[in-house]
Nanobody, 112 residues
Framework: QVQLVESGGGLVQPGGSLRLSCAASRIVFRMGWYRQAPGKERELVADMTSFGITNYADSVKGRCTISRDNAKNMVYLQMNSLKPEDTAVYYC?????????WGQGTQVIVSS
């Protein structure tokens, strides 16, 4: 079992930045961020393996950077040039040994 706890969401103006953090209770092979906007399906934002291989959604490439601190079992999502369409609940995900784990989510609102 892996527990994931997100932090760092909030209200930000268009063009602004936010950094999301996720703390895992133990090392996880693949950690990532998904988001779900109202009325839409949950979608991948970015993920990263413990070896440093990353994957980004086309909609956030060039604006978001995922990073990990394996010593601290942390994963981060730096989001820049935020747009109103980035508004969603952001969920931390961990994939380990065929099991998928989810955090409780953190709300990001991009609005003026």
């Amino acid at each position: 079992q892996v527990q994931l706890v997100e932090s760092g969401g909030g209200l930000v103006q268009p063009g602004g930045s936010l950094r999301l953090s996720c703390a895992a209770s133990r090392i996880v092979f693949r950690m990532g961020w998904y988001r779900q906007a109202p009325g839409k399906e949950r979608e991948l934002v970015a993920d990263m393996t413990s070896f440093g291989i990353t994957n980004y959604a086309d909609s956030v490439k060039g604006r978001c950077t995922i990073s990990r601190d394996n010593a601290k079992n942390m994963v981060y999502l730096q989001m820049n040039s935020l747009k109103p369409e980035d508004t969603a609940v952001y969920y931390c995900n961990g994939l380990n040994g065929g099991y998928s784990y989810w955090g409780q989510g953190t709300q990001v609102i991009v609005s003026s």
